[in-house]
């Protein structure tokens, strides 16, 4: 099974960028539809964004459209997150997931539940 490591998070100011990144071992990538998802304090596990497995297809928040660019290498066993114009209410703990059993052209899932594999998450802090 796939193994994730998530990398890139930090503290920034509100208006800066932080690129994200997900490294993964073990199985090759382009098995898995990947997502990321967030988790402030205080509340539930959120869907940011999520790509298809040949990254085809995407899938963003709403509240992210725009400012948020998900990409995958699936030659590198990679996937990107490049997170643009930061608000404070972007952080959290940011956690890669990937999901096993979709079809190459399936649109990649917004519900926690269809991951079954996670990163240990990586924290963004935007200061306003």
């Known amino acids: 099974q796939v193994q994730l490591d998530e990398s890139g998070g930090g503290l920034v100011q509100t208006g800066e960028s932080l690129r994200l990144a997900c490294a993964a071992s073990r199985d090759p990538l382009n098995l898995y539809v990947m997502g990321w998802f967030r988790q402030a304090p205080g509340k539930d596990r959120e869907f940011v964004a999520a790509?298809?497995?040949?990254?085809?297809?995407?899938n963003y928040l709403d509240s992210v459209k725009g400012r948020f660019t998900i990409s995958r290498d699936n030659a590198k066993n990679t996937m990107s997150l490049q997170m643009n114009s930061l608000k404070p209410e972007d952080t959290g703990v940011y956690y890669c997931?990937?999901?096993?059993?979709?079809?190459?052209?399936?649109?990649?899932?917004?519900?926690?539940?269809?991951?079954?594999?996670w990163g240990q998450g990586t924290q963004v802090t935007v200061s306003s």
């Open positions: 790509i298809s497995r040949w990254g085809r297809l995407t």
């Open positions: 997931a990937a999901g096993s059993g979709f079809a190459a052209y399936t649109p990649p899932p917004d519900r926690a539940g269809e991951y079954a594999y």
